[in-house]
């Protein structure tokens, strides 16, 4: 079965210090997403993508992200100046429409972030 | 955000035996809701879902109630596995997102 896959699988970076985080959706899936979960806390919502251009963010999603799909296959989330608190696991997902009973969202398995 | 509550963080349910998760929801503008369920070191994984429109579905062992005028939601299985041991989420759809609850560890005992 297809998947949603994301690398790396743990990255630790300094606070202050831009990373990157990399997510192959599944191949014919249009609408992308990140979601990101703190440590005994909730899966939050951040942001989603269509048609190369963010279809929705959350407060959570503020300057210091962005996100890019900068071929036909990748798809990235980048914190420009991380923060102690952006510690958490980051989810990527895909589904093939949006808002629609019959095209639940595929998640990634995540990668987690450390900053220190 | 309290949009969407599972009030018992964990639950213990003999092999064979029914599971029953429970959901609560805050939001009655969300258009659909969905079970996710999640190993350690693993993404959710889509289990199944419920159309606002309707009060009941099944697939295989799981089964969704929905129940509007309560704005509540469960999730039965039965008969529970060893391998059903996983943290269960529940989830809204509001247009172009999914809001989460905060999940309900569940160990089937064999």
């Known amino acids: ?116 | 955000d309290q949009q969407v509550k599972q009030n018992s963080p964990s639950l213990s349910v003999q092999e064979g035996r029914i599971s029953i998760l429970n959901c609560d929801y805050t939001n009655s503008m969300f258009d659909y809701f969905l079970w996710y369920k999640k190993y350690p070191a693993e993404g959710p994984t889509f289990l199944i879902s419920i159309s606002s429109i309707k009060d009941k579905n099944e697939d295989g062992r799981f089964t969704v109630f929905l129940n509007k005028s309560a704005k509540h939601l469960s999730l039965h299985i039965v008969p529970s596995q060893p391998g059903d041991s996983a943290v269960y989420f529940c989830a809204a759809s509001k247009v172009n997102k999914l809001v989460f609850g905060a999940g309900t560890i569940l160990r089937v005992k064999s």
Not at chain 1, 44 to 72: A, M, T, W
């Open chain 1, 1 to 116: 079965e297809p998947e949603v896959t994301q690398t790396p699988s743990h990255q630790v970076t300094q606070m202050g210090q831009e990373v990157i985080l990399r997510c192959v959706p599944i191949s014919n899936h249009l609408y992308f997403y990140w979601y990101r979960q703190i440590l005994g806390q909730k899966v939050e919502f951040l942001v989603s993508f269509y048609n190369n251009e963010i279809s929705e963010k959350s407060e959570i999603f503020d300057d210091q992200f962005s996100v890019e799909r900068p071929d036909g296959s990748n798809f990235t989330l980048k914190i420009r100046s991380t923060k102690l608190e952006d510690s958490a696991m980051y989810f990527c997902a895909s589904s093939v429409e949006a808002g629609r009973q019959n095209s639940p969202l595929h998640f990634g398995n995540g990668t987690r972030l450390t900053v220190t």
